[in-house]
């Protein structure tokens, strides 16, 4: 029976369920424009965007997307955008349309773009300058019939002294093909449409899935199943027009795209956009705008606090530090309350759910724990083999119900087929993840299913020996992979970005015999390397599998 003791934890100010949405997430920008007309809704490198900027802004571009690029309801309009205000505004605009929104991430190159479009039918895309040449042959075949130019540098503002990074700073560059459009054209004044008839059980957005095998698949989004997302992030993180959201995770991603940009829009806050991770502008802009929210990726809060430039900084403003992908090491974590004050609020999510499924209660933040589900939520494990429910501390594969599920991949039926389950008429997605729930219904991830080390037939799951090697003073950064053995099959290997402080006084030798003592025998990593840096993807997140398979072809 699916698991519901979580809610003797609950939230005692929280209604267990959400009413269903009485609004699409376009609406969110005109009623918060309507309230605070005046009021900052963007900030990005000293320019700043009030709602009644945004709106009229956003409302110029859909009116370009429908009368010269004949958009119309239904449509998918790519979006491959850093964090900007371009991001935002297009976002919006495609929305208000009755489009669909198909953000992808900016470090994609040509072959994956050609992906995204063939696959999802765009014939429109949005993209910023530096990475137009990467489309170059959806254009030339015809596939992109419009592709609107954004140069980010159009929104920085004049006497922003701060360092911005190449890329953003860069100057307009003037296309002469006729498929490429400067922003600036979208932005002429013109009469204003009357807004698509849009209603909650329509597509919104379709997702793509980095994926473990094969081409990344599209997630297919309502309005409804990313409005419940939304407002479930506005209750659950104490978000109003009050707040300043700092805003790091990228927007394409859907912890950013809901928890750094929808969200606070819905709750008429301001969004600090930096679309570059930086440590030392980050720590300005918290102190300079007093940010109060911040949704992230735990490895930017080890940057944060290992950055010598933030110590000085007055981080008191932050209310609540949000984010999930990974587990938030539990001496990180400290780290973190004794320099700010307050516990890192650690939580679960997926493409496929739009974001997050489970949070840990405000009242009750636990360490390494992906929380209980949320509003309107159902979860259990189930022993992936015998698809049979398991009890309380018992590792299977996480499922998940809710309405902010997706209704499936986007033409890929048979996906859809593997990756669902019917328990009591109730459709719950398979997460791919190991898990466990305890006596009080809060969840825990061992790991990814395909991710297991097997070393002489011991179970080694590589999040839990992270979390302990992360202890370790000398450790910046690091992920553990497997590693080919001719006698164990497989052994552990740790891949370390250690401490500046560290790096001159700490030897392979030390991590090995200091694991020794902190974990068993089977888990303790055989082999260590010391790396300047970690490949991570555009989210953030460490991509282990990057590592995993170098790893394995260097010994093939």
Not at 159 to 164: A, G, K, L, S
Not at 267 to 290: N, Y
Not at 345 to 352: D, I, L, R, V
């Amino acid at each position: 029976m699916v698991q519901s003791r979580h809610f003797k934890h609950w939230p005692k100010h929280l209604s267990q369920k959400l009413e269903t949405p009485r609004k699409t997430i376009f609406q969110n920008l005109v009623e918060s424009a309507e309230r605070f007309p005046n009021k900052p809704a963007i900030i990005f490198y000293g320019t700043t965007l009030s709602y009644s900027d945004l709106i009229e802004q956003t409302r110029a571009l859909a009116n370009y997307l429908k009368t010269k690029c004949l958009v119309q309801k239904g449509d998918r309009i790519i979006l491959d955008l850093q964090s900007s205000p371009q991001f935002v505004i297009s976002y919006y605009a495609v929305l208000s349309l009755g489009g669909l929104v198909v953000p992808i991430s900016p470090m994609n190159i040509e072959d994956e773009i050609n992906h995204y479009c063939t696959d999802s039918g765009a014939r429109v895309a949005i993209a910023s300058q530096d990475v137009i040449e990467e489309f170059r042959t959806v254009i030339d075949q015809g596939t992109i019939d419009h592709l609107i130019v954004a140069t980010y540098s159009d929104y920085i503002g004049d006497t922003f002294v701060d360092e911005v990074p190449k890329g953003i700073s860069d100057q307009k560059i003037r296309w002469p093909s006729p498929q490429l459009i400067d922003w600036s054209e979208t932005q002429e004044k013109t009469i204003i449409l009357e807004e698509s008839n849009i209603n909650l059980a329509d597509l919104a957005a379709i997702l793509y899935t980095s994926g473990t095998t094969g081409r990344p698949k599209g997630c297919m989004h309502t309005q409804e199943s990313v409005m419940r997302n939304i407002e479930g992030a506005v209750i659950w993180e104490a978000m109003d027009s009050t707040s300043v959201l700092l805003s790091t995770a990228p927007l394409f991603h859907v912890t950013g795209m809901q928890h750094s940009m929808n969200a606070g829009i819905a709750a008429s806050g301001t969004l600090v956009i930096l679309p570059r991770w930086d440590p030392k502008i980050a720590g300005t802009l918290i102190e300079r705008h007093g940010c109060t929210h911040w949704a992230n990726v735990p490895t930017m809060v080890v940057d944060l606090l290992a950055e010598p430039t933030v110590e000085g900084k007055d981080l008191s403003s932050l209310q609540n530090i949000f984010g999930g992908g990974s587990s938030m090491p539990e001496a990180v974590a400290q780290k973190l309350f004794e320099r700010c004050g307050i516990r890192y609020m650690e939580a679960y999510g997926m493409t496929e759910a739009i974001s997050q499924t489970h949070m840990n209660p405000p009242h009750e933040l636990r360490k390494q724990c992906l929380g209980i589900p949320t509003f309107d939520t159902s979860a259990t494990v189930i022993d992936p083999d015998t698809m049979q429910e398991l009890g309380p501390n018992e590792t299977g594969e996480i499922i998940v119900a809710g309405p902010q599920l997706m209704l499936g991949y986007w033409e890929r039926e048979d996906a859809n087929n593997e990756s669902f389950i019917n328990i009591d008429g109730v459709r719950f997605f398979r997460t791919g993840d190991l898990g466990s729930f305890d006596e009080d219904g809060f969840f825990y991830i061992s790991d990814r299913i395909k991710r297991m080390i097997n070393a002489s037939g011991f179970k080694v799951w590589p999040a839990e020996v992270e979390a302990t090697l992360y202890k370790h003073p000398a450790v910046k950064e690091l992920a553990i992979i497997s590693s080919p053995d001719p006698r164990r099959g497989e052994t552990v290997k740790a891949m370390i970005v250690l401490n500046s402080s560290a790096k001159n006084s700490t030897s392979e030798e030390d991590i090995i015999s200091w694991s020794r003592k902190q974990m068993a025998s089977y888990k303790i990593p055989r082999l260590v390397q010391f790396v300047t840096e970690l490949p991570r993807s555009g989210s953030g997140k460490i991509q282990w599998r990057l590592l995993q398979e170098a790893e394995w072809q260097h010994h093939s």
